[in-house]
């Protein structure tokens, strides 16, 4: 008779889905496992116990062969061959960037399914609490981001109720509230400056007009970086490298960078591994100008929280100190930057 319990049969499940995202594959695969994992945590003690007892959860929906398998292999007490393979995978890492994901204590850029993650609020906090991270930033879309289901003001203060009611049983892992803002065509940014203000970080993105004439795309880069509330340039070059690629938008880098070091906004490391922005040779331009980085996943599911090695490996190559990357900080310090203005 086995002792895997409920707990660890979705833990399991969930696991695959988190490593298959890591992995950067098919978000249908991933999403199968993480339902099949929702739907067996969801059943009451009974009927857990008696489908464990008899083998039974085919019939539950969301659970198909692959998944069943997991749920039986558990059971048996063994270890599900689709987990060993990915947890087996191995990533190239050098000494400085080992060093640098080590120093790195949480996330500025993630997002949930209330805009175009795949998982809830809570499912992100416990991702982010396993992978080792003292805070998260929950940091979904903005309005005018309809293709993505950006939050209205009214969602977005009730996300923030959200996160504060979740931070009363989370601690001393933090919540941060955030948004991830969409920069309009003239530098201004895409909500309510009230709300803004009630945030404790701002990630401040171009997501339209990629393709904006050179010197135009820097007065708008330039005026978002002044804007009072902005923390963090995301994804500086807007750039796709892998999937459907995309060239990186044209602005004078030199002028954009030496406004983020003037107002002490933090240039982006972006690390998922479809943009990889911004370029090596950015980030080289970013440090020599003095700017603050923040290595975050852009996260929309709970295993791309694993990505930040990536990242890390990126601008350890450049050598920049870590007193210089935000994420490295403790949450006051982090919290005494982005309310500093």
């Known amino acids: 008779m086995t002792t895997a319990s409920q707990h660890d049969v979705v833990r399991a499940l969930h696991r695959i889905a988190q490593r298959l995202e890591r992995r950067g594959e098919s978000r ?58 990915l947890d087996g995978d191995a990533r190239g890492e050098t000494e400085a960037g080992r060093a640098l994901r080590a120093a790195v204590r949480g996330d500025l850029h993630a997002h949930t399914a209330a805009s175009d993650g795949v998982a809830s609020l809570e499912d992100m906090a416990v991702a982010a609490v396993e992978a080792g991270h003292e805070y998260l930033a929950i940091t979904d879309h903005s309005p005018r981001l309809t293709v993505a289901n950006g939050l209205s003001p009214e969602r977005l203060r009730r996300q923030l109720d959200l996160i504060d009611a979740a931070n009363t049983v989370l601690g001393p892992f933090r919540l941060l509230r955030g948004i991830e803002v969409d920069i309009l065509d003239d530098g201004t940014l895409d909500q309510e400056p009230e709300l803004l203000g009630r945030l404790d970080v701002v ?126 900080w403790p949450v006051g310090r982090l919290l005494a930057w982005t309310s500093r203005r």
């Open 28 to 85: 249908f695969r991933s999403q199968a496992y993480r339902r099949a994992g929702d739907v067996v945590r969801e059943l009451p003690p009974h009927e857990w116990e008696a489908r464990a007892r008899e083998g039974r959860f085919r019939d539950l929906p969301g659970v198909g062969g692959s998944t069943a398998e997991v749920i039986a292999t558990v059971l048996a007490g063994g270890v599900p061959a689709v987990l060993a393979d």
């Open 203 to 328: 990630v401040a993105s171009v997501h339209s007009k990629l393709r904006m004439e050179r010197a135009a795309m820097t007065r708008r880069m330039v005026a978002a970086v002044e804007q009072p509330w902005t923390d963090v340039l995301g994804h500086c070059t807007g750039r796709k490298v892998r999937g459907r690629e995309r060239p990186q938008s044209e602005f004078d880098a030199a002028e954009v960078f030496a406004a983020c070091a003037r107002h002490q906004v933090a240039v982006e490391v972006n690390c998922q591994p479809e943009r990889q922005d911004p370029p090596d040779d950015l980030i080289a331009l970013a440090a020599e100008a003095g700017c603050l980085f923040s290595v975050d996943t852009d996260a929309h599911a709970p295993g791309e929280l694993d990505w930040l090695a990536d990242g890390c490996e990126r601008l350890a190559a450049h050598g920049v100190d870590h007193d210089r990357v935000v994420t490295t």
